[in-house]
């Protein structure tokens, strides 16, 4: 699905009452199929940007679009991944994938059926049955984005998805989420703070400026695909994560 962000902006209200710009005014087009990743220093709207193109945050000014058409509520093709993996802690990994099925109102043996299916995948097979405390920091990363998966969407938004593991975990569990694309290719637009990640996964790196986030650098990534992890190694993928972190740096300490 082609999105599409016109000159949108999100102003808050800081703890004094006074107008706090949190986001843009940014532009950009995603089109469809294309997996773009989004870069930024902490605090630059990178969640609201998410949150907005996910209908859950209204715009001050501006647009989020999708097909030409406003988003101004969630819409039934996104599925969104929070920068935490936010489980429920008292129902089990299968209950946990299967909620947005259950809350479509699917009758609980089919949802069961296509959660059992997709467990495999996500290498939880055997953990249906566990609970969140009962889970890695990586295996629970994995329930939240069989929660994406299930729901089949058409376009995925990510808010740093592998936010709070070790880069080796990091790197496995993002080439799994290329893998698990692969079999149904969606848009997807993910935030992430690891400019390997974003060089390695992106079809395209956006580079956003301090708070308000602003379009600083838009980098094409072309990488062939499928990726894989030895291509960190080689001169272009250097070139690339160079220039990005060139972009990011330029933006001052
Ligand atoms: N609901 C809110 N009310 C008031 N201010 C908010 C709200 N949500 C975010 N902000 C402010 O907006 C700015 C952007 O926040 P946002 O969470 O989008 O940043 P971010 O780029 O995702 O940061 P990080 O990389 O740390 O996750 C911050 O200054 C934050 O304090
Ligand atoms: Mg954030």
């Known amino acids: ?114 959660v059992l299916n997709l467990l495999p995948q996500l290498h939880l097979e055997r953990f249906a049955l566990a609970y969140p405390a009962e889970l890695s920091g990586g295996m629970s990363q994995r329930v939240a984005l069989g929660r994406v998966i299930v729901q089949n969407p058409r376009v995925w938004l990510l808010d740093e998805p592998f936010g709070a593991l070790d880069a080796l975990t990091r790197e496995k569990l993002s080439l799994e989420l290329l893998r698990l694309r692969q079999r149904n290719v969606q848009t997807v637009i993910m935030v992430t703070h690891d400019i390997s990640e974003a060089v390695l996964l992106a079809d395209r790196v956006i580079v956003m400026s301090r708070r308000p986030g602003r379009l600083v650098a838009d980098v094409r990534v072309d990488l062939p695909r499928p990726r894989l992890p030895d291509m960190i190694f080689d001169d272009k993928f250097l070139q690339l994560a160079k220039r990005v972190r060139a972009d990011i740096e330029s933006l001052g300490a």
């Open 1 to 114: 699905m082609r999105l599409r962000l016109r000159e949108l902006a999100v102003d808050f209200r800081g703890p004094d009452g006074s107008r706090l710009p949190a986001l843009g005014p940014i532009s950009f087009e995603v089109v469809t199929e294309e997996f773009v990743c989004v870069v930024g220093p902490s605090g630059c709207g990178k969640s609201t940007l998410i949150r907005a193109l996910a209908g859950l945050q209204p715009p001050s000014s501006g647009q989020a679009l999708c097909e030409g058409e406003v988003i101004d509520r969630p819409m039934q093709p996104f599925a969104i991944m929070f920068q935490d993996a936010n489980l429920m802690p008292w129902r089990t990994v299968l209950d946990n994938i299967a909620l947005p099925l259950e809350i479509a109102g699917i009758s609980r043996a089919e949802r069961y059926e296509t």
